[in-house]
């Protein structure tokens, strides 16, 4: 499985934007890269993702470097209920059922 | 309904124990899951099941049978557990299960195992 490396935590002010790095620069040319949250308490949730081209949808958006070996996830307007535990994790067309979540990063909102 | 359920919510057994998670979902989904996570890690996969059939095991001990039912109901037998057994057990579904690897996993809230 490709590998991610994100920053183990972060903080934001509520109502502020925030930018979540991930890097993969061992992607390969199939790896989607896709990005879960868990709340407190709960289980992962689907976020978002992508394979090259930057991407929009109701929760977030995610930026993915022209060379694919980093993407940014971007919460536009943060709020105390988006604090949880981001992963970014990649997922290869063969193995397509497998989810592999790396270590992620806690990011905590300030109100 | 865009629900995973997992039940119980609670389990608390014993090493000679034997006792079973359930999972359920109504999505439709052919694709379900079974993942650990200890306190304070991500979630790991423990197996994956496709079309009602075992398609991923990612090496878990056979103190822990999985088995899948119908499309919509997935269980965890657990026997013979370990005190570092316990853990946050999660279900997850998913409607794709070929290889593309674009569809999203829903999770259930867990079910956390305390073996004492």
């Known amino acids: 499985d490709a590998k991610t490396t994100q920053p183990n935590s972060m903080e934001s002010n509520e109502e502020e934007p925030v930018h979540l790095p991930c890097n993969h620069s061992?992607?390969?040319?199939?790896?989607?890269i896709h990005w879960y949250r868990q709340l407190p308490s709960q289980g992962p949730e689907y976020v978002i993702h992508g394979l090259t081209s930057n991407v929009n949808n109701r929760m977030a958006s995610l930026a993915i470097a022209e060379d694919r070996k980093s993407s940014t996830l971007i919460l536009h307007r943060a709020t105390l209920r988006d604090a949880a535990v981001y992963y970014c994790i990649l997922r290869d067309v063969e193995y397509g059922n497998k989810l592999v979540f790396g270590a992620g990063t806690i990011l905590r909102v300030k109100s | 309904d865009t629900e995973v359920t997992q039940t119980p919510k609670h389990l608390v057994m014993g090493m000679t124990n034997k006792k079973s998670l359930k999972c359920e979902q109504h999505m439709g989904h052919r694709a379900m899951y079974w993942y650990k996570q200890k306190a304070k890690k991500p979630p790991e996969l423990m197996f994956v099941y496709s079309y009602e059939k075992l398609s991923i095991n990612e090496s878990v001990p056979s103190r822990f049978s999985p088995e899948c039912p119908n499309s919509s109901l997935l269980n965890l037998h657990l026997h013979a557990l370990q005190p570092e057994d316990s853990a946050l057990y999660l279900c997850?579904?998913?409607?794709?299960?070929?290889?593309?690897?674009?569809?999203?996993?829903?999770f259930g809230e867990g079910s956390r195992l305390t073996v004492l």
């Open positions: 997850a579904s998913s409607l794709e299960t070929s290889g593309r690897p674009t569809g999203e996993l829903f």
């Open positions: 061992t992607i390969s040319g199939t790896d989607y």
